[in-house]
């Protein structure tokens, strides 16, 4: 399914579609998680989503994926439709797998997608399926590797081939840079931008490389139980906000200092 791109940022989103956020409220045990969280996701947009350990990313993750009471209101507008619930697909923070485990990549997709018994031989059908997956992110070759040897970007590619299985209108991915060497960083942030062009789903990941963003995201969110700031990289990466959040010196010209 396909919408027109709108990444503008801008109120309204009549003609557009777009994942709407709109005051939303998360408290645990008497604790604030989240308070007054408002934003957009438009289609074809690439957002991060930064903040100090402990901030709130991964419980807003939850929150839009429905794993979580909240208050306040989250509601997708597709172009020219009524709200309804968009499909997201989802890559949580890297699993471990014990590089023992007998368990390959087609032995795990196919238990994901299929309700044939990973302990019969896989048919044909099944297989044929996993690689059309494992084509979207280019890993076809990982399709008979064991979970357990693949490398941290390897993993990554797995987990985002079935989190595109159906293909989503949403992808949320949580800190999918973890774990991968830098070469593997580029190829995967790479592959996003390939991905929303091709199919122009919103993506919204959560990073502390900051390095990257300027050249990948199309926005940044930074969040620390608020949102404290948002707008393009650059002037998210240079605001007070930012070095204030992540205890940085204060801003130099040309961006954030270490």
């Not at 959560?206 to 390095?211: E, K, L, N, P, V």
Request: with cysteine.
């Amino acid at each position: 399914m396909s919408f027109p791109n709108h990444r503008s940022g801008a109120p309204g989103c009549s003609g557009t579609c777009c994942l709407q956020v709109q005051n939303l409220g998360l408290t645990l045990q008497d604790q604030v998680i989240l308070r007054n969280i408002n934003f957009h996701l438009h289609c074809g947009e690439i957002v991060a989503l930064i903040g100090p350990n402990g901030a709130g990313k991964t419980s807003l993750f939850h929150s839009i994926l429905g794993h979580m009471s909240h208050s306040g209101e989250i509601r997708f507008e597709p172009a020219g439709g009524r709200p309804t619930r968009p499909l997201i697909g989802y890559v949580p923070q890297s699993p471990q797998f014990d590089s023992g485990d007998p368990i390959s990549v087609l032995d795990f997709f196919t238990a994901a997608i299929s309700r044939w018994p990973v302990f019969l031989p896989i048919r044909k059908r099944h297989r044929d399926r996993v690689l059309a997956c494992l084509h979207r992110v280019q890993g076809e070759a990982l399709i008979d590797k064991r979970l357990g040897t693949l490398s941290g970007g390897e993993l990554q590619r797995v987990l985002l081939a079935l989190a595109l299985e159906p293909l989503p209108q949403i992808l949320i991915l949580d800190e999918p840079l973890s774990g991968v060497d830098v070469e593997g960083e580029y190829q995967l942030l790479s592959m996003l931008q390939e991905i929303r062009t091709r199919y122009d789903l919103s993506i919204l990941f959560s990073t502390h490389d900051f390095s990257t963003l300027p050249q990948y995201a199309d926005r940044v969110i930074l969040l620390q139980q608020e949102i404290l700031k948002m707008g393009p990289p650059r002037e998210v990466l240079s605001s007070k906000e930012f070095h204030a959040a992540f205890h940085l010196q204060a801003p130099q010209e040309g961006g954030w200092s270490p």
